[in-house]
């Protein structure tokens, strides 16, 4: 696996978590919340990863909790005027690439992504230059400006048919961000890939050497896996996939006990699938103070109650913009993607 050279190493700016809330105050915030809704003709669109409260908000106020696409198709198809998108900054530049019209706001600009921070479109855009010959396919997971260079978006749940239908055509591929989500499909694919060094904070700390520790203690435990992590964890999964995917197969596979390798956000609409099983969190390689994310990423924290209803309140400062000539660049990716995952369900039809 051929990798980019990184510039310098990165030194991410770690939030600090929000202020605990007492019940009273959460309650109290969250009835301000479906009220500010209503007024301002908004919907809350919430990720697998932010907290609890804030994933049953939005299922409260008939928004959505999904992956990032969905959570932007999801705005550009509700008929409110006004979104808030309850994730990190490239979450909420997406929705506003398909929502050119409305206004996308998010709890807070200061929730950003290690791999977005770590794949500059500056670096990222020389090292394709490089490499006129090679498609450039990049995950969802980057600026919008990066996406903007790209031939292809891709998700996590939809990359691995992609990068094949690429290679079947006999492409050469550059593939940005994340390492380990590129390692994984070029193993399934054996497709001829150059790799951008980056890595989610929060799936690069999962240790394969603690999860087999985890495995002894609950041997009747399914291990569940999401591909950004390393390919010694991947490689003891029982199910690997997107979030959405591993959802899906938590109710699937007839384990009562669940070791889960992603963000422990997850819990939240996994456990509303699967209520009667035992969800365990994934060891990392470190704990407590000596771990970077422990299983969720900081930026996601930093979604809180009083953070959306500031949002819905003084939505100056927070508010997404994306440059128009941009989001049209971006756009023609974006849509490579969608178009493709329509043809896959025309054919799953077909064949059903």
């Keep these: 696996m051929t990798l980019a050279n990184r510039i310098a190493p990165i030194d991410y700016p770690f939030p600090k978590k929000p202020a605990k809330l007492s019940d009273i105050q959460q309650s109290q915030l969250v009835e301000e919340i479906k009220a500010l809704l209503i007024a ?30 969905e959570m932007a198709r999801f705005g550009r198809d509700h008929a409110a005027q006004n979104l808030v998108v309850a994730g990190v900054k490239f979450m909420g530049e997406t929705a506003k690439i398909l929502s050119p019209e409305k206004s996308v706001v998010m709890p807070t600009l200061e929730a950003t992504c290690s791999l977005d921070l770590g794949c500059p479109v500056k670096e990222f855009s020389e090292f394709c230059d490089e490499h006129p010959d090679h498609t450039v396919v990049v995950y969802a997971n980057t600026s919008a400006a990066v996406k903007a260079r790209a031939d292809w ?38 497709a001829d890939m150059l790799m951008w060094n980056g890595e989610c904070i929060v799936h690069d700390e999962f240790s394969a050497q603690a999860l087999l520790k985890a495995k002894h203690l609950y041997p009747d ?7 950004e992590s390393p390919a010694s964890v991947v490689e003891m999964a029982d199910a690997v996939g997107s979030t959405t995917q591993l959802i899906k197969a ?35 390689a470190g704990d407590g103070a000596t771990c970077k994310s422990c299983a ?57």
């Design 40 to 69: 301002k003709n908004a919907v809350l669109v919430a990720h697998y990863y932010c907290e609890p409260e804030i994933q049953a908000l939005a299922e409260a106020t008939g928004g959505c909790v999904s992956d990032s696409l």
């Design 153 to 190: 978006v891709v998700t996590s749940s939809i990359a691995l048919e992609i990068v094949e239908h690429l290679d079947s055509q006999g492409k050469k591929i550059i593939w940005g961000p994340d390492r380990h989500l590129g390692a994984y499909i070029q193993k399934q694919t054996g």
């Design 296 to 352: 969720h990423c900081p930026w996601m924290a930093m979604n809180g109650l009083q953070a959306v209803k500031e949002a819905l309140v003084e939505p100056e400062g927070r508010e997404i913009f994306v440059d128009p000539a941009l989001a049209k660049k971006a756009m023609v990716p974006l849509n490579r993607m969608l178009d493709f995952a329509a043809q896959l369900k025309i054919q799953a039809k077909g064949n059903a």
């Design 221 to 227: 435990a399914a291990i569940l896996v999401h591909p």
């Design 250 to 284: 938590a109710s699937e596979l007839p384990n009562e006990r669940l070791i889960v390798a992603t963000d422990r956000g997850i819990f939240y609409k996994m456990q509303q699938l699967v209520p009667n099983k035992t969800l365990l969190e994934a060891p990392t």
